[in-house]
């Protein structure tokens, strides 16, 4: 039981990557929040050892099961999902998303599932104009440079989340963060003694 716990940990900030998924016409970009399934293996491995999972793929890649061992009743436990294509390399982005979904049937990065919509405009620099008349991504827009940081609550829920780009200025954020809620506790707790 304390495995499984240790599987449904919410991620590190550096075990998340983010993307762009779609710009619109005002230049306003959807990010969306991802883990690769190098980030799944290594939990795997972490939490019940290199030996103690396994993967299989099923319908030419479009299903993949994870097993785990169970030491104490000595049977594989497994859990499956279905992928879908990439628009890079089908077959392995197939193989790739089933069993990171699979993982997800486990625990892992569950709480990707939570985040908000992380959504903000970007400068005309930042995008280039398509043919089509919308925009996509320039190659100023590097989001792996930026520094995203996120807060949980017990329940292994996102609290807070925030992101600075590669000038420090802050491009997002959503919730409340720890020294947010400090700082407002001890403005509001200041403003009952004066009231007094």
């Known amino acids: 039981m304390e495995k499984l716990v240790k599987l449904q940990n919410p991620l590190t900030m550096n075990q998340i990557d983010f993307r762009v998924q779609s710009i619109n016409t ?3 970009v959807t990010i969306l929040a991802y883990k690769d399934a190098r980030v799944d293996m290594q939990r795997l491995d972490d939490v019940v050892g290199p030996l103690g999972w396994k993967r299989e793929h099923l319908r030419d890649n479009h299903n993949c ?3 785990i061992f169970n030491p104490e009743t000595n049977e594989w436990i497994s859990k499956e999902d279905t ?4 628009n890079a390399e089908a077959e392995k982005g197939l ?6 979904r699979a993982c997800v049937n486990w625990g892992i ?3 990707l599932y939570d985040y908000p919509l992380i ?12 043919t089509a008349g919308g925009f996509r991504p320039s190659w100023k827009l590097n989001l792996k440079d930026w520094k995203w940081y996120a807060e949980w609550n017990p329940d292994g829920k996102v609290s807070y989340l925030g992101c600075r780009d590669t000038n420090d200025q802050v491009r997002f954020t959503w919730g409340e963060s720890k020294a947010q809620k400090t700082k407002r506790r001890i403005a509001e707790a200041e403003a009952k003694k ?3």
């Open 95 to 100: 193989a790739s998303d089933s069993f990171k």
């Open 83 to 86: 992928g879908t294509e990439s």
């Open 194 to 196: 004066e009231a007094a």
């Open 109 to 111: 990065g569950r709480e």
């Open 26 to 28: 005002g230049r306003y």
């Open 65 to 67: 099961v994870v097993s």
């Open 119 to 130: 959504k903000f405009q970007l400068s005309e620099e930042e995008t280039v104009k398509t």
